[in-house]
């Protein structure tokens, strides 16, 4: 069983910055991609960032200039750093695994997600 905890979420003034951690348990294979989505009030769950175990990295529509995201050195742990944070930016944000290859195909694991609000 694989298993995605996230951290790092809170409240934050506008033009603030938050970094979030997932920190992922279970069995991983090297295929597998880890990255952050985010549900905002009254929308339909996006994309902010993922990234592979090469550092191989995508983004959701402009947010590239205002986000970033790393790994640890070892695999498993994934860092969203968001900076410039606006009130739009306010939602639930979402730790999630896909399997990209191989015996990981097909997997797809979510974490229980952070709250993030931006406000002031």
């Known amino acids: 069983q694989v298993h995605l905890a996230e951290s790092g979420g809170g409240s934050v003034q506008p033009g603030g910055s938050l970094r979030l951690s997932c920190e992922v348990s279970?069995?991983?294979?090297?295929?597998?991609?880890i990255g952050w989505y985010r549900q905002l009030s009254g929308k339909e769950r996006e994309l902010v960032a993922t990234?592979?175990?090469?550092?191989?990295?995508t983004f959701g529509d402009s947010l590239k200039d205002r986000f970033a995201i790393a790994r640890a050195a070892e695999w498993g742990t994934v860092y969203l750093q968001m900076n410039s944070l606006e009130p739009e930016d306010t939602g639930v944000y979402f730790c999630?695994?896909?399997?990209?290859?191989?015996?990981?195909?097909?997997?797809?694991?979510w974490g229980q997600g952070t709250q993030v609000t931006v406000s002031g």
């Open positions: 999630h695994l896909r399997g990209a290859g191989g015996k990981s195909s097909g997997r797809i694991y």
């Open positions: 279970g069995e991983l294979f090297n295929s597998d991609v």
């Open positions: 990234i592979s175990k090469g550092g191989r990295t």
